[in-house]
């Protein structure tokens, strides 16, 4: 019987020491990546809730360096170098820590990311860059905090801070034209014809040499003129129009039109028709 009782003890123990119960964490943690021009920003943090509580002023308290969630730093990665606040900031991890106030907070991106909370000892040697931006306020309460990126260009995105009724947003510049630039210098030495068509409608959306961009872009329907596809032909016409010769736009609208046509792409068909009829084509 002793034998029976010690053997269901030492089974309990064993229960006890190695069972382990999963629970919802209260702030749990999120990862968020954007690509952003050609360079990609990643956020790592956690997520506590307002659960009935106030925020600002009282939990997090004004003018008192906070670490902007729960847990380990909040942290952001660049994989190029960007510039925050008109200073530029390396491709590497950074730790977002914020002093919020009423009515604008201040934002630091500090090189040390490996504390739990703030620093111990603060080091202004690590901080990257630091902002002041204005607090807005939202038309609605937002009850878990949150951190994401928005506004998004080919050249920046701002990274958003909400919680509560509160929200701020700092403006992040990648190197997008100047990574383009050497891609577009580099490959122009042996260019092929999806070469050309993409410098070719780079400079057209972001508002690039024009004329650069009709050179390149008639390069590429050239080298492709045993089979010009329809999307080709269609940036043709605007990069054309653009540059002030509607006549060579209508005709490309025109050659666009009749390969969408073919190959049953209605959008396309809809777009080159309605560009020919406000160029006067039709």
Not at 116 to 123: F, S
Not at 209 to 215: M, P, S, W
């Amino acid at each position: 019987m002793k034998k029976l009782l010690m053997i269901a003890l030492v089974f309990t123990a064993s229960f006890t020491v190695n069972a382990q119960i999963e629970t919802p964490q209260p702030s749990p943690a999120a990862k968020v990546e954007q690509k952003v021009g050609l360079t990609d920003l990643t956020l790592e943090y956690s997520r506590p809730g307002m659960r009935g509580r106030t925020i600002y002023g009282n939990l997090v308290p004004y003018g008192k360096l906070w670490r902007t969630g729960a847990n380990k730093n909040s942290m952001i990665t660049f994989s190029d170098d960007v510039t925050i606040g008109g200073k530029e900031v390396k491709a590497g991890s950074y730790a977002i820590f914020t002093t919020p106030n009423e009515k604008s907070w201040d934002v630091v991106f500090y090189a040390n990311t490996d504390n739990w909370g703030t620093p111990a000892k603060w080091d202004d040697s690590l901080v990257a860059a630091k902002v002041t931006v204005d607090v807005m306020n939202m038309p609605m309460k937002m009850e878990t905090f949150t951190m994401l990126f928005d506004d998004l260009t080919n050249d920046s995105a701002m990274l958003g801070i909400l919680w509560e009724s509160s929200y701020v947003g700092i403006k992040i510049e990648v190197p997008t034209a100047k990574k383009m630039n050497a891609s577009i210098t580099k490959v122009m030495n042996g260019p092929g014809v999806s070469d050309y068509y993409g410098a070719a409608r780079y400079n057209l959306e972001s508002g690039g040499d024009i004329k650069q961009a009709v050179t390149w872009i008639d390069k590429a329907i050239e080298m492709s003129k045993d089979d010009p596809k329809f999307w080709m032909l269609r940036q043709q016409s605007l990069i054309h129009a653009k540059a002030g010769n509607t006549k060579m736009a209508i005709k490309a609208a025109k050659a666009s039109l009749a390969g969408a046509e073919k190959a049953g792409n209605a959008d396309y068909v809809k777009m080159n028709n309605d560009s020919i009829k406000e160029w006067g084509g039709m």
